[in-house]
């Protein structure tokens, strides 16, 4: 792909830091692809992709794929390999992706905050059933994602997915992934501006479009207008973040440069007022910056945030605004804190009259009989439809007041909880070694598993915490923004035998309070010694809070080592 039609168009007056090194800047005059995924990028725009496995790879099978195709550009239409059973986590970083590579696929199917109507649920559903062996994800990125997809079966799966609104363009690689948007857009009482055509707009413009397929690495994006920052806005590369200017009214402030893994960064946040229809201008520029000044030497530097934190936030808003958008935005302060918790779990009015019910399954693992039953309660209870959150659960919206009790009842009945408990609201986990090739323990289970012993043993816990279980440091499921943040690791056990287990991250969080965990030095927990663990700083902690109002983030910031550790345990309360 020519470089030339990428090459900003910069005033004299905008000095660009340069690093000391070349590192694969495109407008810095770095434009030879400098490690394989740029030169498998250049050597073909993946969005061309999709022709080949409709008219070459699904009709001759797995073997006709070509490896360039199969382990890079097939994350363009959404599609992994995931990996293959019975491969243990010590085998993760040892064997070769061609090793790792199951015969089938992941395939993550995009929301953008969209509403899930009752045909769309039942599709997802039948498709899961048909085609996914029922599996079915809820995934922290308001996605739904299959595994054992066979690719003789992409196409009919992209039919039915289309003829429904949905599709997987773009779900994975280097470009603009989904989009987390508000699942309460446009209906919540508190909300201070509606996102949703924004969103629209941006997917209309941007989506598919060949000017932006080929970003450093990943691009991840939030727009809401809700004060709970239900869209996680700390944690994505480019933010939109409802706030209203005291003369001009609603609109969004700017946030970037956020982002977990190896390295994790909250966003900053630019200050400024951006109105609605002028989210996906500002949107193009940050990402166009990205494209064009992004980090393409180093897959491990090659996110939004390494960008941010070299330049910083001031030289940042300066670029945007002489290079990409030609004009100065206007200054607003940034709102600091969310003003509830942003998972909408429970019964909540509407600004209408009507009601939207949050649930939650538990860790965001359904199946294909859950989408197809949630789908034939959205049209039984004529509600408006359904949207996936940020924290792997579904919010069902506009239900008549007098219908509210008996959805309640019938989303209980299909796995979806409007009432859960502390532990199945607030735990989160990513799809672990069961399928993920990076995956170094499993997940989904030990998370389900701890869930259960911890609804056991704290049946009546009077305050949130918040427990996040991954498999690897990608930290898919936010290790170090979660009160018990678990990061998936070998580790030894009592006997010297290497077993799977947790490095272990406390105190983190966003939303309320934005925090990222503290990591314990040297201290790390088997996964079958979990359950006793948290019970031990649970335990800890309800004994030693100053009261009931101290979070258990405060609380780690001042509490005993050794508390933290559970190498001591207080007195037990009751929870």
């Keep these: 792909m020519s470089d030339l039609r990428y090459t900003a168009k910069r005033p004299e007056r905008t000095e660009i830091p340069r690093t000391k090194r070349g590192e694969g800047q495109w407008s810095l005059g770095y434009t030879e692809p400098l490690n394989k995924n740029e030169q498998s990028k250049k050597d073909d725009n993946p969005l061309n992709v999709r ?35 019975g491969i243990d986590g010590g085998k993760t970083a040892v064997l070769g992706e061609e090793e790792l590579d199951d015969r089938y696929f992941m395939m993550r199917v995009r929301s953008d905050g969209n509403l899930l109507g009752a045909d769309a649920l039942r599709t997802l559903g039948g498709i899961s059933t048909e085609f996914a062996r029922g599996t079915a994800d809820i995934t922290d990125r308001q996605n739904i994602q299959f595994h054992w997809i066979d690719i003789v079966d992409v196409p009919e799966i992209w039919d039915r997915l289309e003829a429904v609104g949905l599709d997987t363009l773009e779900a994975c690689g280097d470009c603009p992934r989904g989009f987390l948007g508000s699942p309460v857009a446009g209906v919540a009482k508190d909300e201070l501006i509606d996102g949703t055509s924004a969103l629209a707009e941006i997917r209309r413009r941007y989506i598919g479009n060949p000017d932006y397929s080929n970003l450093p690495r990943k691009f991840k994006t939030s727009v809401s207008g809700h004060p709970s920052l239900d869209g996680a806005p700390e944690i994505n590369d480019v933010s939109f973040v409802g706030v209203v200017h005291p003369e001009h009214g609603p609109g969004f402030d700017l946030w970037v440069g956020g982002g977990l893994s190896t390295n994790p960064m909250l966003a900053q946040r630019m200050g400024v ?33 390494f960008l941010v934190a070299d330049w910083g936030v001031e030289k940042f808003r300066e670029v945007l605004e002489n290079e990409y958008l030609g004009r100065p935005l206007v200054s607003n302060p940034s709102p600091e804190y969310a003003t509830r918790n942003g998972d909408h779990i429970g019964v909540h009015e509407q600004k209408d009259g009507n009601f939207y019910v949050g649930a939650t399954p538990t860790v965001g693992r359904i199946d294909g009989a859950a989408l197809t039953a949630l789908g034939e309660l959205v049209e039984r209870y004529g509600a408006a439809g359904a949207r996936l959150t940020a924290y792997q659960k579904i919010v069902v919206l506009g239900v008549a007041p007098d219908r509210v009790d008996a959805l309640v009842a019938d989303l209980d009945a299909i796995g979806f909880s409007a009432t859960p408990s502390t532990w199945r609201r607030s735990t989160m986990a990513c799809t672990g070694i069961e399928f993920c090739k990076l995956a170094i323990v499993d997940t989904k289970q030990r998370a389900i598993d701890l869930v259960d012993e911890l609804e056991r043993r704290f049946p009546a816990l009077d305050t949130p915490i918040s427990v996040n279980v991954n498999g690897c440091p990608n930290a898919c499921a936010r290790t170090q923004i979660a009160d018990i943040g678990l990061k998936g690791q070998l580790v030894l056990d009592e006997d010297g035998h290497q077993v799977e287990g947790f490095q272990v991250h406390l105190g983190g969080g966003i939303g309320l309070h934005n925090t990222l965990g503290k990591k314990l030095r040297a201290h790390k927990v088997t ?45 037990a309360v009751a929870g």
């Design 527 to 571: 996964s079958a010694g979990l359950d006793d663990y948290v019970t031990a700083i649970v335990t800890n902690y309800l004994a030693d809070r100053s009261d009931a109002t101290e979070s258990f983030a405060r609380w780690v910031v001042r509490a005993d080592e050794e508390l933290l550790r559970g190498e001591k345990t207080l007195e």
């Design 273 to 305: 007022w951006i109105p609605l229809d002028e989210v996906a201008d500002a949107w193009e520029g940050v990402v166009g910056i990205f494209r064009d000044y992004g980090y393409r030497r180093l897959r491990s530097r090659a996110r939004l945030k």
């Design 51 to 85: 022709d080949r496995i409709l008219h070459i790879y699904s009709k001759r099978g797995f073997d006709s794929i070509d490896p360039a195709d199969l382990r890079g550009r097939f994350r363009w239409m959404g599609l992994y390999t995931q990996r293959r059973p």
